[in-house]
């Protein structure tokens, strides 16, 4: 299998600049997974609710036929991040995509920051979608900060964590390779890089969109500051192992009943 990330920069408010940056940086890539970053499309600094609103899209909308078409030309599935419109309520979710074909939406359900005032909770549970041979669980930035959502994906089966992200704080990449080793399993960790500075806030974003194994090996690390792309070939089965030594399962020796 081969996965990997795209790492664009972000013009706020600015969809079709935003797509073309994306469409460039998958230029001559083929590969079966591609993340974007979380909200690639839009950028993050909104201003209000009501503007997060009227960025949002409805599944089917500009965004979901952007990445349509993507995913028709690098023959990947695409997870990649979006406002996400349903009636009155607005979502930072994650979209993937085969083809002309939606597989799953997941709305992130640990908002950071004013993430709270813009975006309601997500209410859909977390599910593992098993496409053209992955089972690929999706997570959005913050998330990776509560372990039991990698653990809860791993338990249901994922064998790749897909994670679109918009990193300000220095310590996801290196938490990585903890949560992919208590786990075994594979993440892409989808970052943007630049700056938004729209109204009281000013975001630096990190960068360094890594792909880490299932081992905790750190298997592609992008540019801190520019635009990136980048894949790489795994053997997806790996992730099905959960021993560490010919004693210990990772799954199955757990002491639940002492946890609570």
């Known amino acids: 299998m081969v996965i990997g990330y795209l790492q664009n920069s972000p013009h706020f408010g600015q969809k079709i600049e935003n797509f073309a940056q994306i469409q460039l940086l998958a230029k001559g890539i083929n590969a079966n997974l591609l993340v974007l970053p979380e909200l690639f499309a839009t950028g993050y600094a909104f201003t209000s609710r009501e503007e997060a609103a ?142 938004d500075i729209r109204g009281e806030d000013d975001f630096t974003f990190t960068g360094q969109s890594q792909i880490t194994a299932f081992n905790g090996n750190i298997l592609s690390s992008g540019h801190a500051s520019k635009a990136d792309s980048s894949t790489t070939d795994i053997d997806v089965h790996q992730a099905d192992n959960k021993m560490i030594n010919p004693f210990n399962d990772l799954i199955n020796d757990r002491r639940e009943n002492f946890y609570f």
């Not at 997941?106 to 549970?125: A, T, V």
Request: charged share 20%; net charge neutral.
């Open 54 to 195: 009227d960025l949002a899209e409805i599944s089917g909308g500009e965004t979901t036929a952007f990445l349509s078409k993507l995913s028709a030309e690098t023959g990947a599935v695409i997870v990649a991040g979006f406002a996400e419109k349903d009636g009155n309520q607005v979502f930072n979710s994650s979209i993937m995509i085969y083809g002309d074909s939606v597989i799953g939406i997941y709305r992130k359900i640990h908002l950071f920051n004013k993430e709270k005032i813009w975006f309601d909770p997500g209410n859909k549970p977390l599910e593992v979608h098993q496409i053209n041979g992955m089972k690929i669980g999706m997570m959005i930035c913050f998330d990776w900060l509560f372990p039991e959502v990698m653990r809860t994906l791993t338990l249901k089966g994922a064998q790749i964590i897909a994670h679109p992200a918009n990193l300000v704080m220095p310590y996801c990449q290196s938490a990585m390779i903890t949560r992919c080793l208590e786990n075994r399993v594979f993440a892409v960790t989808a970052n943007r890089i630049g700056r």
